[in-house]
């Protein structure tokens, strides 16, 4: 079983929509981070979190710490939203290093 | 500020022949990365580096070398190149302060490399 699971693995959703992704982790962690890859392939970091929430224009990220569990909402999505949304945490035993998840492939048709 | 840059972009290769993939950072930082993500798997970490003069393995460190002289390049080498290690490659630096493993790390454009 991996450390990091991310669910689901493959999301198709209408313009418009509101879109949850779900990672959840096994492992002791110092931060969660959401990182968004382009189609082209370059890789943007989201959100980097321990605790509660963070907002950023349309996108919200939460963790819940005690159960191990972090979330990524999209409202009002648009076809640019179109990427591979990817979750990773950084080891409390090993806080230079990152664990990823295998990543959600969102697809936001017009 | 250019941020992470890597380059080639794409590289083909025969099986048994060398190469290095260049990275290079114009941000201070003081970690860098090297990382492998095959097709419907995660990125897997191959190298990293804490500074200058220091280097680790990652989870997939066989098959590749790295040195890190300076603070601002990390070359990836691959010494003789095998089909398993067609991939896309990305390098990624982060800065040093603030709390263990709490700040996000940037990340190049990736090399695509296939072994033929």
């Known amino acids: 079983k991996n450390e990091v699971e991310q669910s689901p693995q493959n999301l198709t959703a209408q313009e418009g929509e509101f879109i949850t992704i779900n990672c959840s982790y096994s492992v002791g962690i110092s931060a969660l981070h959401w990182l968004q890859q382009h189609p082209g392939g370059g890789i943007v970091s989201l959100f980097m979190l321990s605790s509660g929430k963070k907002k950023h224009g349309r996108l919200i990220a939460t963790i819940n710490i005690q159960e191990k569990h972090s979330s990524l909402h999209i409202t009002a999505s648009h076809p640019r939203d179109s990427a591979v949304y990817i979750c990773?945490?950084?080891?409390?035993?090993?806080?230079?290093?990152?664990?990823f998840g295998e990543g959600t492939q969102l697809t936001v048709n017009p | 500020n250019a941020g992470v840059t890597q380059t080639p972009k794409f590289r083909i290769l025969k099986i048994g022949q060398s190469m290095t993939l260049q990275c290079t950072q114009d941000?201070?930082?003081?970690?860098m990365y090297w990382y492998r993500q095959d097709p419907g798997m995660g990125l897997k970490l191959i190298y990293y580096s804490v500074g200058a003069g220091i280097t680790d393995k990652g989870e997939v460190p066989n098959g590749y070398n790295v040195s890190r002289s300076t603070t601002e390049d990390f070359p990836l080498r691959l010494e003789l190149a095998a089909p398993s290690q067609t991939s896309v490659y990305f390098c990624a630096s982060r800065t040093g302060t603030g709390a263990r493993g709490n700040q996000p790390q940037h990340f190049g454009d990736g090399t695509r490399l296939s072994i033929l």
């Open positions: 990773a945490v950084s080891r409390e035993t090993s806080g230079s290093r990152l664990t």
């Open positions: 941000m201070n930082h003081n970690y």
